[in-house]
C-alpha cells in the first residue's frame, strides 16, 4: 500500500513548470499509489465550479483519469481554493475531506489539516479565515459575476502578499499551543498539514508521548515535495525534482 500526500501547488497559468509538473506527477508517481491526499492550495485561486480555464480543464481530467484508473484521491480546502465544491469533485473523482480530518496511514491514526487554522497568531488572517469560510459569505461571492470574482480574487492576493510581506515570520508559523490543543483533542501524536511552506518533521513530548508534526513543503519549478508511506513504514517527508 502507498499513499501520497501533497499540498500547496498554488497552480496558475503563470507557472507553468509546475503545472506540468503536476500532471507529469500524477502520470507516474502517482500511478502507483492507491491513495493521494491534496492537502489544500492546490490553485492558486478558485472562484467557483462554474469557472472552468484551461488550466482547470486539464487538472480536472488529469485528476479524473488517476481517479479512474484506481488511485483514490482526496481534496482538502486551503486559504486559496475554500470555494472548491462538489461539481469540481465529481468531475475530478476525488472525495472532499473536512478540516481537520482524521484518518489511518498504515498502522497509526493521523490527523491531516491544511494548517492555517493553526496559525492563531495572525489574527487579521484569522478573521479573514472565518469569514471566508462562511456559507452565507461563499453564497454571496459565488453569486457575482465570473469577471467580479476574478477582479475579487486578483485583489485578494495582492493584499495577503503585501500583508505579509509586513508580519514577522513568527507571526504566520503556526501556534504550538494551538498545534498541541488540536492533537490532544484528538486524541493523537502524528500531526500532518502544509500552508506555512515551512517543510520540516518536528518531533516533540505531548502529554508524556513522543508526538510528531510532519508540514509539506510548496512546490516551485524546478521541485516539489511530497510525504509518502509505504505500507506500515514511518511517513517519509520528500524533496523531489519536477
Not at 472552468?52 to 486551503?78: C, N, P, W
Not at 479565515?129 to 462562511?134: E, L, N
Request: hydrophobic share 40%; proline share 3%; net charge negative.
Amino acid at each position: 500500500m502507498t499513499t501520497l500526500l501533497i499540498s500547496d501547488l498554488h497552480l496558475h497559468a503563470g507557472q507553468p513548470d509546475i503545472v506540468h509538473g503536476f500532471l507529469n506527477y500524477l502520470e507516474r508517481e502517482a500511478r502507483h499509489a492507491d491513495s493521494l491526499y491534496l492537502l489544500g492550495d492546490i490553485f492558486e485561486a478558485w472562484i467557483g465550479d462554474d469557472y472552468l480555464g484551461d488550466l482547470e480543464r486539464q487538472v480536472i481530467e488529469a485528476l479524473k483519469k488517476r481517479s479512474d484508473a484506481g488511485t483514490r484521491i482526496y481534496f482538502m480546502h486551503g486559504n486559496r481554493d475554500f470555494l472548491v465544491g462538489d461539481a469540481f469533485a465529481e468531475a475530478a473523482g476525488v472525495t472532499l475531506l473536512e478540516d481537520p480530518c482524521l484518518t489511518t496511514l498504515g498502522n497509526r491514526r493521523v490527523l491531516l489539516m491544511h494548517g492555517d487554522s493553526l496559525c492563531t497568531g495572525d489574527e487579521e488572517y484569522m478573521t479573514f479565515r472565518a469569514m471566508a469560510r462562511d456559507p452565507e459569505w461563499q453564497a454571496k461571492i459565488l453569486a457575482l459575476p465570473v469577471e467580479q470574482r476574478l477582479e475579487l480574487a486578483k485583489s485578494l492576493r495582492l493584499q495577503s502578499s503585501d500583508a505579509n510581506t509586513q508580519k514577522a515570520d513568527a507571526i504566520m508559523d503556526v501556534t504550538p499551543a494551538e498545534v498541541d490543543a488540536i492533537m490532544r483533542a484528538h486524541g493523537i501524536t502524528t500531526l500532518i498539514h502544509g500552508h506555512t511552506h515551512r517543510p520540516a518533521v518536528h518531533d516533540f513530548e505531548l502529554d508524556g508521548q513522543h508526538a510528531r508534526r510532519i508540514v509539506l513543503g510548496d512546490w516551485r519549478p524546478g521541485s516539489g515535495w511530497e510525504i509518502r508511506v509505504e505500507d506500515d513504514a514511518e511517513p517519509q517527508l520528500r524533496e523531489f525534482t519536477i
